[in-house]
């Protein structure tokens, strides 16, 4: 398989989200053959574009190929972890996050690798389970990297889970003043895919409103379509395609009345 076409692979699973087969039956046993075979064939080849194209092919949700997935972030190539932790993202089953948090807990210096670290971050995230929030919250702001920092907001925006709405607030609760501000517009923005408003960059509002509504707030199953600029942060750290409804300037600067429609 050709570099370009390892490149075009990745950006379809960008824009697409997690196609999961019928959990209840399992995918066909030839296909998770033919996955575990083909993987073991490229990840033993020298040449690393080999290696990643397998690895964002074949991401058939079974625990032999999740297995495999998640050997495969150890390799010796920055291009070919990558890969197999999108691959990890991507692949709709329990077995790829429980990959994925046994990857945080044991490989230290991924955790600090500037490129790969926002990257498990958001691979973790996009499972969406609320057993990661004490993963992605852990020792928070003694993270280094501003970018894992980002992602780990963000990421945390992504669990639709009330307990996501009390982390996020906590997070502002503990580092008022310069220490947070950086990063109030990933807050911001998770919070208002959580809570379907937006009470723009003060905290405060955020708190109070939550205080308001805590008692009878039910969780959207769907994601609210937010204002233009935090929709676009949204899209751009998920790689989504970016659809952005145009609508009143105002939306930009943060209204309290949340999303128009």
């Given amino acids: 398989m050709s570099v370009m076409r390892a490149i075009a692979l990745l950006a379809l699973l960008a824009l697409c989200p997690p196609q999961g087969e019928d959990e209840r039956e399992g995918p066909d046993p030839k296909r998770v053959a033919e996955a575990v075979r083909e993987l073991e064939s490229a990840l033993a080849q020298r040449d690393p574009a080999l290696r990643e194209a397998a690895l964002l092919e074949y991401r058939v949700p079974a625990p032999e190929v999740v297995a495999l997935l998640a050997?495969?972030?150890?390799?010796r190539e920055e291009?070919?972890?990558?890969a197999a932790l999108e691959a990890l993202r991507y692949t709709p089953h329990e077995s790829a996050l429980e990959a994925l948090h046994k990857t945080w807990k044991r490989?230290?210096?991924?955790?600090?690798?500037?490129?790969?670290?926002?990257v498990l971050y958001r691979a973790i995230g996009w499972h969406g389970d609320p057993e990661s929030l004490s993963i992605l919250e852990s020792n928070l702001f003694g993270d280094e990297n501003p970018e894992s920092i980002?992602?780990?907001?963000?990421?945390?925006?992504n669990i639709r889970h009330v307990e996501s709405i009390e982390h996020l607030l906590d997070v502002g609760r503990k580092t008022r003043g310069l220490r947070v501000r950086p990063y109030v517009d990933e807050l911001r923005t998770s919070l208002a895919?959580?809570?379907?408003?937006d009470k723009?960059?003060?905290?405060?509002?955020?708190?109070?409103?939550w205080k308001e509504v805590r008692k009878e707030f039910v969780m959207a199953e769907k994601p609210p379509l937010l204002p233009e600029a935090l929709q676009y942060r949204w899209n751009r750290f998920w790689g989504l395609e970016t659809r952005i409804r145009?609508?009143?300037?105002?939306?930009d600067r943060g209204s309290e009345d949340g999303p128009g429609r």
Wanted: glycine share 10%.
């Fill in 71 to 75: 050997k495969a972030v150890g390799d």
């Fill in 79 to 82: 291009r070919v972890r990558r």
């Fill in 107 to 118: 490989d230290k210096a991924l955790r600090k690798h500037v490129e790969l670290a926002p």
């Fill in 150 to 157: 980002r992602a780990r907001i963000l990421a945390m925006g």
């Fill in 193 to 197: 895919m959580l809570l379907g408003v």
């Fill in 200 to 209: 723009g960059e003060v905290l405060e509002r955020w708190e109070d409103h």
């Fill in 246 to 251: 145009r609508g009143p300037r105002r939306e």
